[in-house]
């Protein structure tokens, strides 16, 4: 089985920084293309950035030039670094992955969630 792990969310003043972690644990064979996502109260969840296995990064137009995507493969580690923290990026963050499982009969690949990390920007 696979879990993911976030931390790092909280509580911060509009025009702060925050670092979200997501640690992949279990039986893994390989991460492909990880994410994070964001959901708002009242609000559908959205994308916030992307990271491919080989380091290419997307980001969503309302993120872009203050988030900043990254991972660490040899941990199974991504990372969001959150700038300049406006009111509206208040939410539930969650992490994705695309992660390829050791199985008894050879190999399976599914996409995987964490349980979410809460950001709360107070203006």
């Known amino acids: 089985q696979v879990q993911l792990v976030e931390s790092g969310g909280g509580l911060v003043q509009a025009g702060g920084s925050l670092r979200l972690s997501c640690t992949a644990s279990?039986?893994?064979?390989?991460?492909?293309?990880m994410a994070w996502y964001r959901q708002a109260p009242g609000k559908q969840r959205e994308l916030v950035a992307t990271?491919?296995?080989?380091?290419?990064?997307n980001y969503a137009d309302s993120v872009k030039g203050r988030f900043t995507i990254s991972r660490d493969n040899a941990k199974n580690t991504v990372y969001l670094q959150m700038s300049s923290l406006k009111p509206e990026d208040t939410a539930v963050h969650y992490c994705?992955?695309?992660?390829?499982?050791?199985?008894?009969?050879?190999?399976?690949?599914?996409?995987?969630w964490g349980q979410g990390t809460q950001v709360t920007v107070s203006s």
């Open positions: 994705n992955a695309r992660i390829t499982t050791r199985q008894t009969m050879g190999r399976m690949t599914g996409s995987f």
């Open positions: 279990g039986t893994i064979f390989s991460i492909d293309t």
């Open positions: 990271i491919t296995a080989g380091g290419s990064t």
